[in-house]
Nanobody
């Protein structure tokens, strides 16, 4: 299995940028597809972005396309989410998730991921 620890959350002004990191531990990290989800108060957890284990395929929710970038560095066992042009509606707890896979097909449902980090709070002020 793999353990995930997010970091990099905080308070930023609208229009600002933030980079989240997800440090992973455990064997065969390179075989795990990774994703970022977020959950705002009173709302369901939703997909933000996903990336294949090779880094060759990515997925972005419509709400963040053109603003967020997901990337991974398998040598460092780390996944990143670069968030630019942040909006107040981006405020949420952001979670890192992992699933073991042999394909490049990216999943977008919470139930499809096997491991989760503790979450990191991102707050975007007006």
């Amino acid at each position: 299995q793999v353990q995930l620890v997010e970091s990099g959350g905080g308070l930023v002004q609208a229009g600002g940028s933030l980079r989240l990191s997800c440090a992973a531990s455990g064997r065969t990290f390179s075989m795990y597809a990774m994703a970022w989800f977020r959950q705002a108060p009173g709302k369901e957890r939703e997909i933000v972005a996903a990336i294949s284990w090779s880094g060759g395929s990515t997925y972005y929710a419509d709400e963040v396309k053109g603003r967020f970038t997901i990337s991974r560095d398998n040598a460092k066992n780390t996944v990143y989410l670069q968030m630019n042009s942040l909006k107040p509606e981006d405020t949420a707890v952001y979670y890192c998730a992992a699933r073991k896979t042999l394909t490049v097909v990216l999943k977008t449902r919470v139930a499809e991921y096997d491991y989760w980090g503790q979450g990191t709070q991102v707050t975007v002020s007006f």
